[in-house]
């Protein structure tokens, strides 16, 4: 019992758990090697884009999404459908954007689900996206801005 076993009985190697309390419980000496490889890969990828890019990349394509998401929320014949309530300001706010629908919410929510966006539903009224720079496009952002008012 190494992992999350008390640290002054862990050596002693009891027939029973005595865990470590709060989140020292949590520690592990050695991370298992299928995750760190995993891991390893994922930070080459990283790596290889550069955050510099990513980071553009990213603020260009939530900016883009905030930019048709309100572009199309104006030219609606019906009333506004939602509002974004994640700061407009770039310095304040990742990739993600959190939309607040005015009705219909979860609704909304199956439909973009249903064709395949990977989104968060937030209880009463909110769904939150976030267009990854890694591996979503402008093409995929323009796509689910007409899914949201088709």
Known sequence: GWWGNNEKTRFQMPKHFVPQTGAAGWQISNAP?????????????????????????????????????KSENQKSKIENHFSIITPTEIDERGCQLSIQTKKNGKELFKKI??????????????????????????????????????
């Open 33 to 69: 090697v299928l995750s760190m490889a995993a891991h390893k890969a994922s930070l080459e990828i990283f790596d290889k884009a550069g955050m510099k890019a990513l980071r553009k990349k990213s603020v260009l394509l939530t900016g883009y999404l905030e930019w048709l998401l």
């Open 113 to 150: 689900t249903d064709a395949g966006v990977v989104a968060d539903w937030r209880e009463p009224d909110v769904v939150r996206v976030a267009p990854v720079p890694l591996y979503n496009s402008f093409e995929d952002v323009c796509r689910f801005a007409s899914l949201l008012f088709a």
